[in-house]
């Protein structure tokens, strides 16, 4: 590609790729089509289950049919449905495989590309109507999503900054470069509504117009790329995908607050997103698009990486800066925040953002911020200019989760704020897996909350999940059902946040260990209902006196827990017993008269602690047993219960 040194080299740039992209913009069904695009996702899930060599098996075939100048094999971010990948989709037929193995490359290319017929074998079964389904738009999962962040994930090459261009890329900073003032740029994103997606929901639009307003020779913007809750699976999905979607944001954010420096700090983890990140960051340099004087403008600016180690607490903005300097990742009090002088990055003026919030600024300009406005269940309080007056959270937009735990639908889903838990538990998620009963849902992460089924209509927004005692984070959902035990939930919980504290203050250095360790004695039988007591004054406590937002929001768990679920926490100390069959120390495994003698779990069982002759009843040594489960999963007669 040719440098870009001006608007009309973009334009030109755009109209000699978009041809690219033209089979895969299509929605009819063109199984006939000569012409195709395999899409195959590229993302870490599906690596990890060979999609590289599926893709390399794709090619060596197309080659061996003389196929190479009608075919293509594109490499592509995630398509989300985590849980049917390896995913391929085939353009402009409108076809998805999913769970693709190597070598059903064979039958991709012989039966559908040659000879034109689908592939039954491989196509998605709808969980609640037992169909398969060709068309992805026509799944439950993909149904009610409106994605805005995830735009181009499964649909680009991510490592290619033409195609990125070819879908409209970087017209949104050639517009804020060529038709807008910094400070119309700020009021766009501000009219816009959009809240910073990493959890706190804070206007993003008054956190560029703050840090605009500082007078400074030198200021940075930082992408937060490293939060370590299940939020940061889809900030990494979001950077394997369409990198360069963060690229153009954090160049809009810098000449919107007037800053030349850009950092992405993300974890040394994540290599795929970094070396995804770091191509197209070498890319945009390559064609002018980062660097000195962008686009022929008076405009400079360019990105750095920052590695970072993983830690929890840096998804918190001041740790995160620190961490970037080379220190401690630990909190520091606010005043000075990032945006003043003094509190960012070596003490310059700072803006932090999180990869989902800066994925939503290109589409914001380039379509408008009333095209954004409209979308999610946002009321703004505007002046007679339309202008945004009200500096209070929104609910515009579009959020992104990752929906996991006992769910159909295991994947990302991004949905207009607004959307109910029904909706996306049932028509998105498939339902509970299994045909079990649904019990609750956490959101937010182990900073979050639970969420039972009398709340289960409840929108999804920032004012919504508080009222009920939970919060957005940056966008875990993990359903829970009649087998899982909510004091060992929250103990879970406790574990992670007690190993994330960085230790700087006593509330939560010293006191979500004192909770996890009243947790314990709960899930083992050991507590009294004394504990209970002292546990949620303790949370509380916490709660209160935590330096940072991981401190404060640690103890949610335990307290949702205990609104919702106090009954299972007195049959824990009080009956020693656990009604979801879960904490070991509070059950044995016994066999029924049910069972017919087939030997099958002395067989399976990995201890030697069932005995039995053949057609005789079995029994187990609850001496010997360490409750690994596997008699109850192969037992063909259901002869083993929880006592």
Same mark, same amino acid.
């Given at each position: 590609?040719?440098?870009?040194?001006?608007?009309?080299?973009?334009?030109?740039?755009?109209?000699?790729?978009?041809?690219?992209?033209? !089979?895969?913009?299509?929605?009819?069904?063109?199984?006939?089509?000569?012409?195709? #695009?395999?899409?195959?996702?590229?993302?870490?899930?599906?690596?990890?289950?060979?999609?590289?060599?599926?893709?390399?098996?794709?090619?060596q075939l197309i080659k061996e049919h003389g196929l190479e100048n009608d075919v293509r094999v594109v490499q592509t971010g995630c398509f989300g449905f985590c849980a049917q990948g390896p995913i391929v989709k085939i353009m402009p037929d409108n076809v998805f495989y999913v769970q693709v193995q190597p070598e059903d490359a064979k039958d991709i290319v012989e039966q559908h590309i040659v000879n034109h017929q689908l592939v039954e074998r491989l196509l998605y079964v709808e969980p609640m109507i037992k169909e398969r389904i060709h068309d992805y738009a026509k799944m439950s999962f993909y149904a009610k999503q409106e994605r805005i962040a995830l735009r181009n994930c499964g649909l680009l090459d991510p490592e290619d900054i033409s195609e990125y261009i070819a879908a409209e890329g970087y017209q949104a900073l050639a517009k804020c470069l060529f038709d807008m003032k910094p400070a119309d740029v700020v009021q766009e994103v501000l009219n816009s509504g959009i809240c910073g997606r990493g959890g706190a +929901?804070?206007?993003?639009?008054?956190?560029?117009?703050?840090?605009? +307003?500082?007078?400074?020779?030198?200021?940075?913007?930082?992408?937060?790329? #490293?939060?370590?809750?299940?939020?940061?699976?889809?900030?990494?999905s979001i950077m394997e995908g369409d990198p360069n979607s963060i690229i153009e944001a954090m160049a809009i954010g810098g000449y919107a607050i007037g800053a030349q420096h850009g950092l992405v700090y993300i974890r040394a983890e994540y290599?795929?997103?970094?070396?995804? !990140?770091?191509?197209?960051?070498?890319?945009?340099?390559?064609?002018?698009l980062l660097g000195k004087n962008i686009m022929g403008t008076n405009f400079s600016f360019d990105i750095d990486i920052k590695l970072g180690a993983g830690a929890f607490v840096c998804g918190e903005e001041t740790a995160l800066i620190h961490s970037m300097e080379g220190m401690r990742g630990e909190?520091?009090?606010?005043?000075?925040?990032?945006?003043?002088?003094?509190?960012?990055?070596?003490?310059?003026?700072?803006?932090?953002?999180?990869?989902?919030?800066?994925?939503?600024?290109?589409?914001?300009?380039?379509?408008?911020?009333?095209?954004?406005?409209?979308?999610?269940?946002?009321?703004?309080e505007l002046d007679e200019n339309g202008n945004f007056v009200k500096t209070i959270s929104g609910n515009a937009g579009t959020k992104v989760f990752a929906l996991a735990g006992q769910i159909n639908n295991v994947g990302l889903v991004e949905v207009p704020m607004g959307t109910t838990l029904r909706e996306i538990i049932y028509d998105i998620g498939g339902g509970i897996a299994g045909g079990r009963e649904f019990k609750a849902v956490q959101t937010g992460g182990p900073s979050g909350g639970c969420i039972t089924k009398?709340?289960? #209509?409840?929108?999804i927004d920032y004012g919504s999940l508080a009222k009920i005692g939970s919060m957005m984070g940056s966008g875990g959902m993990i359903v829970l059902s009649d087998k899982d035990c909510m004091p060992a939930m929250a103990k879970f919980y406790l574990g992670f946040t007690k190993d994330e504290s960085c230790g700087k203050c006593t509330p939560c250095r010293i006191g979500t260990r004192r909770m996890l360790e009243m947790l314990e004695k709960i899930c083992d039988g050991t507590a009294t209902e004394e504990t209970l007591v002292e546990?949620?004054? !303790?949370?509380?406590?916490?709660?209160?006196?935590?330096?940072?937002?991981?401190?404060?929001?640690?103890?949610?768990?335990?307290?949702?827990?205990?609104?919702?679920?106090?009954?299972?926490?007195?049959?824990?100390?009080?009956?020693?017993?656990?009604?979801?069959?879960?904490?070991?120390?509070?059950?044995?495994?016994?066999?029924?008269?049910?069972?017919?003698?087939?030997?099958?779990?002395?067989?399976?069982?990995?201890?030697?602690?069932?005995?039995?002759?053949?057609?005789?009843?079995?029994?187990? #040594?609850v001496n010997k047993c360490i409750k690994c489960g596997a008699c109850i999963d192969g037992c063909p007669f259901k002869a083993i219960v929880k006592e």
């Open positions: 590609m040719n440098k870009i040194t001006s608007q009309q080299d973009l334009l030109a740039a755009f109209n000699a790729s978009k041809n690219a992209l033209a !089979l895969r913009c299509v929605s009819e069904h063109d199984i006939n089509s000569k012409k195709k #695009d395999i899409l195959c996702c590229g993302g870490t899930g599906c690596h990890a289950s060979n999609s590289n060599v599926m893709m390399d098996n794709l090619r +929901g804070f206007p993003t639009g008054m956190k560029w117009k703050i840090a605009a +307003g500082v007078q400074a020779d030198e200021k940075y913007i930082v992408c937060n790329a #490293d939060e370590g809750d299940p939020g940061a699976f889809m900030d990494r290599p795929l997103a970094v070396n995804r !990140l770091q191509l197209a960051i070498n890319q945009a340099r390559e064609v002018g909190p520091t009090t606010k005043p000075p925040f990032p945006a003043n002088i003094g509190g960012g990055y070596w003490g310059c003026s700072t803006n932090v953002n999180n990869v989902e919030t800066y994925a939503s600024i290109p589409v914001i300009i380039r379509k408008g911020a009333k095209w954004y406005a409209k979308i999610g269940n946002w009321k703004p009398e709340n289960l #209509d409840t929108p546990l949620e004054k !303790l949370a509380n406590t916490i709660r209160d006196t935590a330096l940072c937002g991981l401190g404060q929001t640690a103890p949610n768990p335990i307290l949702s827990t205990l609104r919702y679920f106090k009954d299972e926490y007195i049959a824990h100390v009080r009956d020693k017993k656990c009604p979801a069959g879960t904490c070991s120390k509070l059950y044995t495994l016994k066999i029924t008269d049910a069972c017919k003698g087939c030997t099958k779990c002395a067989r399976n069982c990995p201890v030697g602690a069932i005995t039995g002759e053949k057609k005789q009843k079995h029994v187990i #040594d």
